[in-house]
Structure formats: C-alpha cells, structure tokens
C-alpha cells in the first residue's frame, strides 16, 4: 500500500509565521488547534480520527486482542536508515507482531520541546504516517503536549497500539518447551551502531545504516505456513543476550547458542570492536527471535529468507532444561560462557 503522494511535501502550519513550536501550541487554544488539525490530522486521517470524540470508537473484529505501548526517546531523531516517527510506529506494530497479533490501530503522544523546529515535526509526523501506511494500521487517537525549552530534548513520541490474534494462535514464553529451536531472524547490531555513529559524529569506511523494519508480515507468513510457533520476542534494548534471558526468565529454561552462528556484519563487528562494544547486547528494531518445535525449524528459515529483513535468518541454538543460567554460549574455539543480562547500559537513548 503506497499512499505517500497523499502527504504534502512542505509542512501544513504556516512556518514563515511560526518557525518553532511555541508553548501555545500545546495550550488549548487557536495554536494548537492549528496544530491538531492541520498538521496530525490531515497527516493520519482516518474515520475513527476525524469523528472528533475524545477517544476513538472502533469495532473490534472477533478474536483476541493484543495490547501494548511504547514511548520513544532516541537521540538524534534522525538516524540512517530512519527517524523517530517511524521507529514509533514499527516498534509498537512490533511488539504486536510478536504477540501473533495483527495491528490494527494505534495512539500517538507527542511530547514536544517549546523551540522545536516546526519543519522536523512535520517530517516526524509524515514518516508516522507512511509507516502506518505501509503496515497497514491506523493512527486513531493521540494527545499533544509541549514543555518549557531544556525539558523535553526536541521530542519523544509514545505510541500504544491494538492488534487481533487469531483463534488458535498462543505464542508465549510460557509456551518454551525443552528441545525447542532458537532462530534468529537477521544480524545483530546495525541500529545500535548507527545511532551511535551519528549522535558522535564517527565515519566508519562502510556507513552503517539501522535495521529498521516492520516485522508484521514475516510474522504473519510464518503463522500461514502452519507452523507451531512457541515464542516470539523483538530484540530492541539489551539486544539478543536480553531477549534471551528474558524468555529464560520466564519459561524456567535455558538457552544455548553458538557464536559463529549469530550473524555479525563486518561493518558491525569492527565498530564493535573498535569502541569495546558486544553484538550480542546491541539494540535492533528490526530483528527477532523465534522459539519452535525444532522439527519445524528449517521451514522456518525458509519462510522468513523470502523477506529482504530476513536474508541471514538461522538457527542459533537450541532450548534445554533449567541450569544454572539461563542463556550460554559456545564461542568460536569451542568454549562456553555465560550470556547474562547488562548491569548498566551501552548506549543511552537508542529508541
């Protein structure tokens, strides 16, 4: 679906009159009417949006829903391969995606600096919406607000979001049995690297672009193709060694992975390398893992390689019963370690 030509290029509010995003505009009054009407609305139009009310109305189809939401704080708000609107978007169609919901609807929240360039938020909110509309969801309901310039950090945008799981579809960690596969949908890294590499200013020889990308219709392809899916969990903050011991956590299993099947560009694995980084706990939003039968692994690596996001989909690993940690690794010479959690954190603000 490819609705971009219904956007304006240039920004919809008057900028030669206001350039920046002042307090009025998050008032209540004439200014942020403006700003409502025409800029979100005319961007995400939909009938649930234009009705008005303080909520959206919607009709729900039959099934189970999924529900989440998620703030986004990234800085810079552009990065390669991206910008904060569109990671609000695909992060919270992900996060239902991985829930084996189909998105249907999300919310947006803005929380805007006073002086925020009134140009980069309409290329915010126009990337939201070509986002929403290549995935299919529409962006029913949200709220606006501004704070005092030095206590917003340009701006971060929370999006919360509804999707439909189908009948007979139960995918969750609790799901994980002993002997099940681990595969992982692509490399690791790129996002952390990129987003790194722009807030400091660094110039790598192969530029590192993130891996951004909607995960709804690999997830979807997989569920056609019959496949008894146990678990799903996108690899955003903490990375694969996060996500790992999260499901862990929670299944009371653990998981063993072998390094020199985790797919580590060259680009990334120098970056990595070079600023005393590891792959393993560096931030994605475009990658997932997947915990299945391990019988139905190899047709699993089959449905996801058709899709661009996911040409270095592979098997990893496998599940076996509780020890004394819950992720380790065979290395490269044969090895084993523990893959334990972050106590802290590598890099602050990456979506």
């Known amino acids: 679906m490819n609705n971009e030509a219904a956007l304006p290029l240039e920004c919809p509010i008057p900028i030669s009159e206001y350039p920046r995003v002042t307090m009025a505009h998050g008032g209540g009054g004439r200014l942020m009417n403006d700003l409502v009407e025409g800029m979100m609305k005319k961007a995400f139009s939909n009938p649930a949006l234009l009705a008005g009310h303080d909520g959206a109305v919607l009709d729900v189809p039959d099934g189970r829903q999924a529900f989440t939401t998620d703030s986004h704080v990234v800085t810079p708000i552009f990065f390669p391969g991206g910008d904060i609107g569109t990671l609000s978007v695909y992060g919270t169609v992900n996060d239902l995606a991985m829930c084996g919901a189909r998105a249907l609807w999300l919310s947006a929240g803005f929380i805007i600096e006073e002086g925020f360039p009134m140009e980069d938020l309409w290329k915010v909110v126009s990337s939201m919406a070509k986002a929403a509309r290549k995935t299919g969801v529409e962006i029913v309901t949200g709220d606006t607000k501004v704070v005092d310039r030095g206590k917003g950090d340009g701006i971060y945008v929370n999006t919360a979001g509804i999707g439909v799981i189908r009948e007979g579809v139960f995918v969750a960690p609790s799901m994980v049995r002993s002997g099940d596969a681990v595969v992982l949908s692509g490399d690791l890294g790129r996002h952390g690297v990129a987003i790194m590499a722009e807030r400091e200013g660094i110039r790598f020889g192969t530029p590192v672009v993130s891996d951004l990308a909607p995960l709804g219709d690999v997830v979807l392809d997989l ?57 393993l706990y560096m931030p994605n939003e475009g990658r997932f893992v997947l915990v299945l039968p391990a019988d139905e692994a190899r047709k699993a690596v089959e449905v996801m390689r058709k899709h661009e996001t996911c040409v270095y989909a592979g098997i990893i690993g496998r599940v076996s019963p509780r020890e004394h940690v819950g992720v380790v690794m065979k290395s490269r010479i044969g090895s084993w370690r523990v893959v334990d959690m972050l106590s802290g954190e590598q890099l602050p603000r990456i979506c």
């Open 223 to 279: 569920m056609n193709a019959g496949l008894e899916i146990h678990c799903m969990r996108d690899l955003t903050r903490g990375g694969l060694a996060g996500a790992l011991n999260e499901i862990a956590g929670t299944a009371d299993v653990t998981f063993s992975i072998e390094e020199e099947l985790v797919k580590v560009t060259d680009a990334v694995a120098a970056a990595c390398e070079l600023l005393g980084f590891d792959p």
